[in-house]
Nanobody, 116 residues
Framework: QVQLVESGGGSVQAGGSLRVSCAASGMTWCMGWFRQAPDKEREGVAGIDGDGSTWYAEAVKGRFTISRDTAKRTLSLQMNSLRPEDTAMYYC?????????????WGQGTQVTVYS
């Protein structure tokens, strides 16, 4: 089973940028980023398939960019123009039912905090 380890979270002022990365023991066709804020349900942020096709949550379109490097076995999320409402634990996910975005494997998460 694929193992995922996130890194790159931190604290940043609103309007700033952060890049979170996920080191994978292996790459799967579909991979994605999810987030969960305190007292809220987990939500999908962005995903990318092996052919490079991507999807984004409406709340992050135009601000976040997902990418994958198969050779380095890395999934990344570049986050620009961050807002306080982007504060959450960010999780990397891989495998599972790609069409339904029902991922099978999850990382431990990395905290992103955006302060105003």
């Amino acid at each position: 089973q694929v193992q995922l380890v996130e890194s790159g979270g931190g604290s940043v002022q609103a309007g700033g940028s952060l890049r979170v990365s996920c080191a994978a023991s292996g790459m799967t066709w579909c991979m994605g980023w999810f987030r969960q804020a305190p007292d809220k349900e987990r939500e999908g942020v962005a995903g990318i398939d092996g052919d490079g096709s991507t999807w984004y949550a409406e709340a992050v379109k135009g601000r976040f960019t997902i990418s994958r490097d198969t050779a380095k076995r890395t999934l990344s999320l570049q986050m620009n123009s961050l807002r306080p409402e982007d504060t959450a634990m960010y999780y990397c996910a891989a495998g599972g039912d790609c069409r339904r975005r029902d991922f099978r494997t999850w990382g431990q998460g990395t905290q992103v905090t955006v302060y105003s």
